[in-house]
């Protein structure tokens, strides 16, 4: 398995990083060349404007043979109201083929958006299942939602 996720304010690495801590396999976080702003308006307004111009920016982190891996969980913030555009970069480059996908994100109140079926259009022919939402201001508090999560999709026994 392989944990692939993007993150701006921390929230959605914390998420990434109790996951694996759960589960274990693979984690890599996606990075771009040009780092996002740390004002958080700043990186409101260039996500925004990279949606509006369908924008691919160029990621730096180095992506394994994802041939290696059956499952892989990406996890994101819901950008205006889908993931951010690096991962549009990553999957048109890197399709993920017939693989199965779990999607996880966090957010401050538009949930998945058309972030999911946006994964869908990037890789139609992975198997994706249920994702998994949260706030990113209680991600700290989420730790039994992830678990009663993993356990329906059978990667926690109990």
Same mark, same amino acid.
């Given at each position: ?9 921390? %929230? *959605? ?9 759960? #589960?274990? +396999? !693979?984690?890599? $976080? ?7 702003p740390s004002d958080y308006d700043a990186v409101? !307004? ?7 111009? %369908?924008?691919?920016? !160029?990621?730096?982190?180095? #992506?394994? %043979? =994802? ?10 913030? %819901?950008?205006? +109201? *889908? ?6 970069? @990553? ?9 199965? #996908? ?8 538009? /949930?998945?958006? /058309?972030? $999911?079926?946006? @994964?869908?259009? =990037? ?9 998994? $939402? ?5 991600? +700290? ?18």
């Amino acid at each position: 398995m392989l944990i692939l996720y993007f993150s701006h304010s921390g %929230n *959605t690495r914390t998420l990434a990083e109790y996951i694996h801590s759960k #589960i274990g +396999g !693979d984690m890599l $976080e996606l990075k771009t060349v040009s780092p996002y702003p740390s004002d958080y308006d700043a990186v409101v !307004d260039q996500a925004q404007q990279e949606q509006r111009r %369908n924008a691919r920016p !160029d990621i730096s982190t180095g #992506i394994p %043979n =994802l041939e290696a891996y059956d499952t892989v969980f990406i996890g994101y913030p %819901n950008w205006w +109201g *889908t993931l951010p555009m690096p991962f549009f970069t @990553l999957l048109e480059r890197q399709p993920l083929g017939r693989k199965t #996908i779990v999607p996880f994100c966090t957010h401050e109140g538009s /949930r998945f958006g /058309r972030s $999911e079926r946006d @994964l869908q259009r =990037l890789c139609p022919e992975a198997r994706m299942l249920e994702g998994f $939402e949260v706030r990113g201001s209680r991600v +700290g508090q989420a730790r039994a939602d992830v678990d009663a999560w993993l356990r329906r999709l059978g990667f926690l026994a109990g």
